[in-house]
């Protein structure tokens, strides 16, 4: 088990109360966005892999709030904002495995795509199979190609919002509250594979940061 994360940059006390006490939205996005860039420069240094492997763990044993108050409110088109997205995303599965696999597998035989291909999961593909994938992703967008990483994100999220869309219609009629919940998951997961996907594209050009 990899050792807890622990953040390379310390503030001291009097700049960490003027961050608090400031609502200034464009030193917000700057300081997301150093800190994106600051994160993802020094654990790609990190030749070993320990550093990833720290990263992908870190949202699991000490939940997504510290993530949350770096990038949460960045742009969707942006590197935090694409960070944030791919922890959603992790959290989400770690969060509900048996049904991001039951959305998973009816989106791959609903979906008429390489979108199941290109996400990468098994056939079938069970909850630890999703978990593990999803990890996988994460990891690969620290350690790897970070537009890949992205690519294969947006696809599983069509996947996902697939399998949600067609669920949440065969509950309409005798479940339809579970109906509205599965359709709220899909249109968010169709807007992550959406964000996802241009930052993907942008990362390739350069201009994403």
Known sequence: MPAPFHRPVRLSPETFDNLLGSHDPAEQTRMAHATASALLARVRADDSGVSADRLVAYATAHGIDEVAELWAKSPAVSLPGSLWRLYLLQASIHADPALAALLHERGRLEL????????????????????????????????????????????????QASGATHIADDYERTEPARASELTVRAARLSAYAHDLASSAASWRDGSLN
């Open 112 to 159: 008429p795509s390489v979108d199941a291909l290109v996400a990468g999961a098994p056939v079938p593909a069970g909850p630890e199979e999703l978990v593990a994938l999803i990890d996988t992703i994460l990891h690969g967008a620290f350690a790897g190609d970070f537009a890949i990483a992205l690519e294969r994100a947006a696809a599983f999220c069509r996947v």
